[in-house]
């Protein structure tokens, strides 16, 4: 049974070639989503260094000037008299605009540019207990720092170092004082919308002002490295077109090795069913030229003539008879003999090789190339040339048929039809098709090659496959007789039905090598 299936996924789209499109556009996408990743990756160690380094620089800066304000008490405490701080405190501030007041703390009195800070005097007893600086702090911003010589000093921590000062590559930073962060950097307003965060968490160096600084950026798809995504795409693309092209040359390169393969083989036959008939047609005759000629040798009764006519005939006699041996064997030489080698063959690669070679010029005339395996597991027994022969001539026949017949503007119309082409014309809406399937049928394997063109005449099927018949203008009607004759060989046969409403199926039956897995 033949059917048509239109929605096999199998099938050729007319005029593309979908497998060898879709491997290029998904190799593509696969590099160029690697190489973007790695240019990504590298972009993003690159932006996190800088912004590593950013923080280290402001950690040093800041660090330098708390270092200071140590370096400020141990001068004032080695002092054996140290000047008033209300007159002190005006020449050191010009130098240190962090410095917003200076304190002293003699014999339980408050000496200061300021009034005495609350928790003041407990900060002295824990420095000298400590036996450094602590810190007393006061809001988010400013904090004291206590001597164990009771010198103190009032800094703001806003004025330590001027946001213009600090790297161009940092966005936030806060230094964490009180019980509120102090915002030193604000940058990059929050929330900044989709991103990759970067952070990063620093003390600072001054031992009696370890205050955490915090580094934050976020990374916004405007930094992202778009550039450089593109010209990797451009490559990437140029690069895949480049194989895409090396391979689709060689597939060519090869797809015309096995056409003219298959052409020179085809031709070979060809000849070898022309002598083959020549010789059929032409060895009555010489039997008979041969019967008469000796017959005319026994009528000869004049005796004058009969040496010189008896020579004539024995030499017609004897050319004849040479004839006869020369096409004798001739016919002998062409004539088809069992395949050399029967093996038992897989149903998909032969039709996977049918379409390797045929999708280009099937596609160019918008047919339609769909198979079916309905038993995966079967195999048949045959030779596998002759085999791709049958096959291969009868997709062309239907090729030719569909071709014929298509549909206007589904293809470009040639001369040439399905043998004895005489049925009705397919719709205008049925796309050209051509359906091989492949089944088990008890102990034998069935292919089918169907076709939706115009069927075979009636009175032409009966002679289908007669050796030299033929309707086309230039055949020469040896295809599907050689096809039977390749079928019989492999102990096969080969037949031919039309189908309903239109349409022409050909089954091609031969032994089954083992049962199906």
Not at 428 to 455: H, K, M
Request: charged residues 20%.
């Amino acid at each position: 049974m033949c059917i048509r299936d239109r929605d096999d996924p199998q099938g050729i789209i007319p005029g593309v070639n979908p497998p060898l499109r879709h491997r290029a556009l998904f190799y593509w996408l696969v590099l160029f989503l690697l190489g973007a990743l790695w240019l990504g990756r590298q972009d993003y160690v690159g932006q996190y260094d800088r912004f590593f380094q950013d923080t280290s620089i402001a950690q040093r800066m800041l660090s330098q000037k708390t270092g200071q304000h140590e370096a400020v008490l141990a001068t004032l405490s080695a002092l054996s008299h140290p000047p008033a701080p209300e007159r002190l405190f005006p020449s050191l501030q010009p130098a240190m605009p962090q410095l917003q007041g200076l304190g002293y703390l003699p014999d339980g009195a408050w000496a200061g540019s300021t009034d005495e800070p609350p928790g003041l005097r407990a900060a002295v007893e824990q420095a000298r207990t400590l036996g450094r600086p602590v810190v007393l702090p006061l809001d988010t911003a400013r904090y004291w720092l206590v001597a164990p010589s009771s010198w103190s000093l009032l800094v703001d921590a806003r004025h330590l170092v001027a946001p213009a000062d600090l790297p161009a590559g940092l966005a936030n930073l806060t230094l964490a004082i009180g019980q509120a962060p102090l915002t030193l950097l604000a940058r990059q307003p929050d929330p900044v919308g989709p991103g990759w965060p970067l952070a990063l968490a620093k003390p600072l160096g001054a031992a009696s002002q370890p205050f955490m600084l915090h580094s934050a950026r976020t990374l916004t798809p405007a930094s992202w490295p778009w550039l450089p995504w593109l010209l990797w795409g451009l490559t990437s693309a140029l690069l895949v077109a480049g194989v895409t092209a090396m391979r689709r040359s060689r597939a060519e390169a090869r797809r015309q090795q096995e056409q003219a393969r298959l052409a020179a083989m085809a031709r070979l036959s060809t000849l070898g069913e022309m002598a083959a008939g020549i010789a059929h047609e032409l060895n009555q005759p010489l039997t008979a030229i041969l019967a008469q000629t000796r017959a005319a040798q026994r009528l000869l009764d004049d005796e004058d003539e009969r040496p010189s006519v008896r020579r004539a005939l024995l030499a017609s006699a004897e050319q004849a008879k040479r004839a006869a041996d020369i096409i004798s064997r001739m016919r002998a030489l062409v004539q088809p003999t069992a395949p050399s080698r029967r093996e038992a063959l897989d149903p998909d690669a032969l039709v996977a090789s049918l379409r390797f070679l045929r999708e280009p010029e099937l596609a160019r005339h918008g047919i339609r190339l769909t198979w079916r395996n309905a038993s995966p597991g079967a195999r048949p027994l045959g030779d596998r040339v002759a085999l791709e022969q049958i096959l291969h001539n009868l997709v062309q026949n239907a090729a030719d048929a569909l071709v014929h017949t298509a549909p206007e503007g589904t293809g470009t119309a040639m001369a040439t039809a399905h043998p004895a082409s005489r049925g009705p014309r397919p719709t205008a809406d049925a796309a050209p098709d051509i359906t091989l399937e492949g089944r088990l049928e008890g102990d034998a394997y069935v292919f089918t090659v169907s076709d939706n063109g115009p069927g075979i005449a009636p009175d032409a099927l009966a002679r289908l496959f007669t050796p030299f018949y033929t309707t086309r203008a230039q055949g020469m009607g040896l295809g599907l007789a050689l096809c039977e004759t390749l079928a019989g060989a492999m102990d096969g046969r080969l037949a031919a039905h039309n189908l309903q409403p239109s349409g022409a199926c050909f089954t091609l039956t031969l032994p089954l090598a083992k049962a199906p897995v």
